[in-house]
Nanobody, 118 residues
């Protein structure tokens, strides 16, 4: 089982980035996948999660609502986090992980750095 996060970079305030989490070794259709982030000097926090199965129910941390969109492509076994109207406070190392906050995460990607300049 592996998760490979990519898509981070340097962007100005108000810009956009698309993060991808490519999974291998398991079908993402049957698992919840989450994006979490950790800013310098801060604890890791959940950003968004998409549930398993056909409902594709998604959840967002309050500051991400209306700006971020999580989606899942079962054919590509990939989860994408589209981030718009980025703010300096979004600067962090972003991780994708298998699981959900209520039950925990069992596999993690390596993280991709997002830096938003003011």
């Amino acid at each position: 089982v592996q998760l490979q996060a990519s898509g981070g970079g340097l962007v100005q305030t108000g810009g956009s980035l698309r993060l991808s989490c490519a999974a291998s070794g398991f079908p993402i259709h049957y698992f919840s996948i989450a994006w979490l982030r950790q800013a310098p000097g801060k604890e890791r926090e959940g950003v968004s999660c998409i549930e398993s199965g056909d409902t594709r129910t998604s959840y967002y941390e309050d500051s991400a609502k209306g700006r971020f969109t999580i989606s899942r492509d079962d054919a590509k076994n990939t989860v994408t986090l589209e981030m718009n109207n980025l703010k300096p406070e979004d600067t962090a190392l972003y991780y994708c992980a298998r699981g959900r906050a209520s039950s925990g995460y069992d596999y993690w990607g390596q993280g991709t750095l997002v830096t938003v300049s003011s």
